[in-house]
C-alpha cells in the first residue's frame, strides 16, 4: 500500500485533526462559497470579490482539500480559476445559450437525456462537492430546489425498462458520488436489475475534489453492479496529488477501469507541454485520458473559450510524440445538440484509386497501396451483420454506406427544390430555415 500522506493544506487548516481533514462529510460541510470565507485563504482580486458579491451568480462552493492546492499568491492559479468566480462570468458573449447541447429537448423523462441510440445519460443529483465555473449544466447544477426527486427516478427506471435499445447508462448531473450511499447503492442496484443494461458508467469530479470520499467502502459497494466504468474530470497536473493517486488505485484496485475528460480552457490547460504533462501522469496512476473537451457555448464561460485550433494543436503534439494510450480525443460538443464530434489533425493526405498517402506525426509522408482484389467477409452468412441492432433513425453515415438510406437532407429540402409555385416555396424557405441554421435560439 502507498503510504498515505498529509495533503497540503491552506495555512488556516493547519490545526484541522487528520481525522477530521480526512473525513469527507468534514470535508462537505466545511466548503468555501463567500468572499469573507474565501479571502481567508486567498487574497481576492476586485475581479473576484466583485463576483462574489453578486446576486444571482452560479453557485459557489470550494472544498478545503481542493481550495489548498492553489497558489494563494499567484491570481492566475490553474486551480482557482476552474472555480473562483470573477467578473468577466457576467458578460454575454456571441451564440451564448442556456442549454447549448439541447438536453431538456432530448429529455423524455425529467433528468433522462436519451440523445444516442444505445445509451443514456441520467442526471441524478443537482449537486457537487465543489462547482467547475466553466459547468455545462449551470442552468439545474447548484440549485437545492431543483434536486431529482424519488417520483422523477420512478418515471427514469420506467422508461429505462421500457427502452430495451439501452445498454449502456451513464450517471452524471451534478456528481453521483455526492448522493447519501444508501441512495446510490438502490440507484445502482434499481439499473442492475434491468436484463439488457449491459454497462454502467459514472462521471465524477469528487475523487479531484475530495479524494477521501473514495473509502474503500464506497469501492467496495460500486464493486457490486460490475461492469461498471468511471470517469474523473481533471484538467491541470497540480490536481494529482498523492491523495488522487490513492483513490484511483482503490478503485482500479476493485476493477473499476478509469478514465479521464478534460475541458480545454483558456489560461487553465490551454498549453501543449502542459497537456503532455497531464495525460502522462493520468496514465502513471492508471486513468486514462478519454475525451478532451472544446468549451460549451455556455453562460458565464465566455473568457475560459479557446479557438478549436487549440484542441487540434495538442492532439498534434501528443499524437505519435507520446503513448497512444495517454492521447485523448478531441471533442467539440455540437450546439443545437448534435452531440459529441470528434475533431482532430488530418492525417490522411490524398487517394486515388489504389493509393492513399498519409503523413505521420514528423511530417514523414508516405503511400500506403491499396490490395489490388478485395475479398470481403460475406455479409449473407455472417451471423453478425444479419443480427445486427437496429438504430432506428439514426443510422447516419452508416446507414448510407450499408445502403440502408440513400440521403440525408434537411427538413424542407423536397418541397425547397420543388418546381412548383412561388406561395410553396416562399412558405415552406420559412420552414426550412430554422432547422438549417440551428434550432436552439441563441441570446
Ligand atoms: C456524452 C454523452 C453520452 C456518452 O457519450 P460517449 O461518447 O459514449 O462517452 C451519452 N449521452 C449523452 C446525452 C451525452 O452527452
Known amino acids: 500500500m502507498p503510504t498515505p500522506i498529509i495533503s497540503k493544506r491552506a495555512p488556516i487548516y493547519a490545526d484541522v485533526p487528520n481525522e477530521k481533514w ?78 447549448s447541447l439541447a438536453e431538456d429537448r432530448h429529455s423524455p423523462v425529467p433528468g433522462l437525456v436519451h440523445r444516442y441510440p444505445d445509451r443514456v445519460l441520467m442526471l441524478v443529483t443537482t449537486q457537487c462537492a465543489s462547482y467547475c465555473r466553466y459547468c455545462t449544466r ?31 447508462v451513464l450517471l452524471s448531473g451534478g456528481d453521483p458520488l455526492v448522493l447519501a450511499p444508501k441512495i446510490l447503492e438502490e440507484l445502482l442496484s434499481r439499473l442492475r436489475e434491468i436484463p439488457h443494461i449491459e454497462i454502467i458508467r459514472i462521471g465524477s469530479r469528487v475523487p479531484v475534489f475530495m479524494p477521501m470520499r473514495v473509502t474503500q467502502e464506497l469501492c467496495d459497494m460500486l464493486a457490486k453492479y460490475h461492469p461498471l466504468w468511471l470517469n474523473i474530470h481533471v484538467n491541470h497536473p ?50 486514462r485520458p478519454y475525451y478532451l473537451y472544446q468549451c460549451d457555448l455556455v453562460e458565464g464561460s465566455g473568457h475560459f473559450r479557446t479557438p478549436v485550433a487549440k484542441g487540434i494543436e495538442i492532439i498534434e503534439a501528443l499524437r505519435g510524440h507520446t503513448s497512444g ?13 448534435g452531440g459529441k464530434i470528434p475533431v482532430m489533425p488530418n492525417y490522411l493526405m490524398s487517394m486515388s484509386d489504389h493509393k492513399i498517402i498519409v503523413r505521420n506525426y514528423e511530417g514523414y509522408i508516405s503511400s500506403y497501396e491499396e490490395p489490388s482484389e478485395y475479398k470481403s467477409h460475406d455479409p449473407k452468412t455472417c451471423a453478425f451483420c444479419q443480427n445486427k441492432r437496429p438504430e432506428p433513425g439514426q443510422s447516419g453515415i452508416t446507414g448510407l454506406l450499408e445502403g440502408d438510406n440513400m440521403f440525408i437532407k434537411p427538413e424542407g429540402f423536397d418541397a425547397l427544390h420543388e418546381r412548383g409555385g412561388l406561395q410553396h416555396r416562399l412558405k415552406d424557405e420559412a420552414k426550412w430555415k430554422p432547422l438549417g441554421i440551428g434550432s436552439s435560439e441563441p441570446k
Not at 470579490?49 to 453578486?54: E, G, I, K
Not at 496529488?241 to 478509469?258: F, K, Y
Request: proline content about 6%; overall charge negative; some cysteine.
Open 22 to 99: 480526512n473525513d469527507w462529510r468534514w470535508q462537505l460541510s466545511h466548503r468555501l462559497n463567500s468572499a469573507e470565507d474565501i479571502d481567508k485563504v486567498l487574497t481576492l482580486t476586485e475581479s473576484e470579490r466583485t463576483a462574489l458579491n453578486t446576486q444571482g451568480l452560479f453557485r459557489v462552493d470550494v472544498t478545503p482539500y481542493f481550495i489548498s492546492l492553489i497558489d494563494p499568491e499567484d491570481p492566475n492559479d490553474p486551480v482557482r480559476k476552474q472555480i473562483i468566480p470573477v467578473s468577466e462570468e457576467l458578460n454575454a458573449f456571441t451564440s451564448m445559450m442556456e442549454d
Open 238 to 287: 497540480v490536481e494529482i496529488t498523492q491523495e488522487l493517486a490513492d483513490a484511483c488505485d482503490r478503485m482500479s484496485r476493485v476493477g473499476i477501469p478509469l478514465g479521464n475528460q478534460s475541458v480545454l480552457l483558456a489560461g487553465v490547460n490551454d498549453c501543449v507541454h502542459m497537456q503532455r504533462e497531464l495525460v502522462q501522469k493520468l496514465t502513471r496512476i492508471r486513468v
Open 138 to 168: 449551470s442552468r439545474i447544477v447548484g440549485d437545492p430546489g431543483q434536486t431529482f426527486n424519488r417520483q422523477d427516478f420512478e418515471m427514469q427506471i420506467e422508461y429505462l425498462k421500457r427502452t430495451p435499445q439501452v445498454r449502456d
Open 325 to 337: 494510450y495517454a492521447v485523448p480525443q478531441f471533442i467539440v460538443d455540437a450546439p443545437g445538440g
